[in-house]
């Protein structure tokens, strides 16, 4: 059969004619075909799901309340276009009451997303031009820095490591990088490491933002799933406002994953821009799913409910790696625990696996163990275990904790 024509019209930026021909296969991919082929090997069998990337649970039963009363209402109908005030003004309060950020105009400083993966990449149409460089931590979330190369635009990592708390070293940027560097992406509390921002490690971004005149662009997608303390937004660091923004979900702190509802806020312009591109790109996230999310960002007993769950799941998690030999120790936030990953393992007949890589070691615990995790190969080989297993009560939570330590009972592994 002879190729279609359609096959010669993709774009570069996606791999041109070439496009779909040599489709290397993605972790993630990697990471679902072996579930699916661990399932078939042994039927029937629990595949303990310590991989996926969101919550187990439903949204509060307030907030589907919430959202079957708006959907009645037909004023909430039509296209939302850059939305109405409820979730301006129930952002600001949320700023204030829960991240201690005061004097956050909602009219002109917030704009909702439909989730921080559409705006991170709405916002690089906003900043980039071809050459320009994005400075992006690593491991880390992708979106940001795939679109702006999708302008012609040029990504620098700055390697997250376990001896600098997992905060990028900001002196380490090559000049020729700094110099053509718009942007800086930042994602605290962590995904994958769990890692936490320190108030200095902020008022140091904000000078070294001012010096190099570059827009932070703040991912706060797990910023209230704290442990310890209170949520630290980028935003309450002084000066903050003037260089960037933050940018916050409904997503992980309210179970709301499939909602897609958020908010970007901070720098007036910033926020313009994004509206602006915003605007030619969607129609706005229906009102009802806003005034809902709304409802959430006003009771953030919610969310404190949630990181309640996470933490004390965490605690188990952690002392179940430790006894493997994992070097496990529990994060202040996020429901993430990165953890070094083994070098080998020692197998109850004798027989002793080498492990070249974190990929390895997940597609082994996937297929002999029936237990999924993510592989992070970017900044030492790492794996990613998350605390959104599917268990539906605390007894539930130490059934397949006390499941995980028994798979891995039988083998020693080495590190
Ligand atoms: C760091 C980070 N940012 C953003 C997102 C996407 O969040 P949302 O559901 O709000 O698009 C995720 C989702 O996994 C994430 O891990």
Known sequence: MSESYIQNLFAERIGGKNYGKFAALYKFEKIKRAKRAALAA?????????GVGEPDEMAAPEAVAKLEQEARRPENRGYADNGDHVLKDAAARYLE??????????????????????ALSILPAALINPGDVVLMTTPGYAVFGVHARYYGGRVHNLPLVAPRRFLPDLSSIPPEFLGKAKALVLNYPNNPTGAGATPEFFAQVVAFAKENRLAVIHDAAYAALVFEGKPLSFLAAPG????????????????MTGWRCGFVAGNELLVRAYGDV???????????????????????????????KYSRRMSGLVEVL??????????KGSFFLYVPAPKAAVLSSGRRLEFRDAEEVSQWLITEKLISTVPWDDAGACLRWSVTFAAKDPPDEERVLREVASRLGDVTLEF
Not at 42 to 50: K, N, Q, R, S, T
Not at 322 to 331: E, L, R, T
Request: charged share 20%.
């Open 42 to 50: 042994h039927p029937g069998a629990e595949i303990l799901d310590l």
């Open 97 to 118: 009451k829960v991240c201690g950020v005061s004097g956050i105009n909602p009219e002109t400083q917030i704009m909702h997303s439909i989730g921080s993966k559409a």
């Open 240 to 255: 903050a406002r003037e260089v960037g923004v933050e940018l916050h979900s409904a997503s992980k702190s309210f179970n």
């Open 278 to 308: 915003k605007d030619n790109t969607d129609s706005g996230q229906f009102l009802a799913i806003q005034h809902a999310a709304a409802y959430c960002f006003d009771h953030p007993e919610i969310t404190a409910r949630i990181a309640a």
């Open 322 to 331: 430790k006894k493997s030999g994992f070097n496990a120790v529990k994060p």
